[in-house]
């Protein structure tokens, strides 16, 4: 048996919270935003730093987001997001997707972004989805796919970078190819009226390739990520110093073209 809860591989670390707070509803959840209506009530598990919640705040109004993370931390960030905002119809609360403290039939949209990827049970996420979602209404996710990322200039040491990523991820419990596995979870999870897409990232310009190469050369050296990679005994410092340096040389190339894909599920509950 899976066990429930893993590692949180990236942590909240300053160059990962660069990342999580670009992040917005029509960047990261496009494929969800024909579900959203005025006065429904969505439930945004793993939310992060807020960034797509209070996009999902502005567009259900009156309606009300609650949005839940298994970090303290980053909530505190999301609720000063909301404020800045205005948002006065979010909140707030700490649970664990395994087991989500709210009676079965509470929200009309139940969505999660990067977050099966990183759980140790991502069917029993979705069993948990299911049950807190009311018939006729939707549960969402969407999940990057490590192991299809693809970029141009193929420099192996963003070949090793990405093998290094993945085993970490994985002897922390999680599943970095989770997009692809979507369809399979909600399946297994008793969804039967499962809608499949597929969205990317994409990043070419300048000021893009600096921002992504940036945010993961410092990842990979400072962030949760580096020390589990040194504690599980998967990378040296020094071999982190290269994936790093692999990252900047990538940035610096002027013809440089990074893809990351996503699977997209949309489960309509009966």
Known sequence: MPKETAVYTHGHHESVLRSHTWRTAEN????????????????????????????????????????????????????????ERGLDNVRFAVADVHQLDFPD??????????????????????????????????????DSDYGAFTWYPALPGLTEWQRLYSRVARANGGEP????????????????????????????????????SGLWADRTTASV??????????????????????????GADEDAWFMVPHGEIVCRVE
């Open 28 to 83: 990261s959840a496009a494929y969800l935003l024909g579900e959203l209506r005025p006065g429904a009530e969505v439930l945004d598990v793993g939310c992060g730093p807020g960034t797509i919640t209070a996009d999902f705040a502005a567009l259900v109004a009156p309606g009300r987001v609650t949005a839940v993370d298994a970090a303290e931390d980053v909530l505190d960030r999301a609720r000063a997001h909301a404020a």
């Open 105 to 142: 039939d509470s929200f009309d949209v139940v969505h999660a972004h990067q977050v099966l990827q990183h759980v140790g049970d991502p069917v029993q996420a979705l069993r948990e989805m299911r049950r807190v979602c009311r018939p006729g209404g939707v549960v969402a996710a969407r």
């Open 177 to 212: 190819d989770a997009g692809r596995h979507l369809k399979s979870w909600a399946r297994r999870a008793g969804f039967t009226d499962v809608t499949c897409t597929a969205g990317t990232w994409c990043f070419a310009t300048p000021a893009e390739r600096a921002w992504w």
């Open 225 to 250: 990520y580096a020390r589990l990679a040194v504690e599980g005994g998967h990378a040296t410092p020094e071999r982190l110093d290269a994936a790093a340096q692999a990252w900047r040389e990538w």
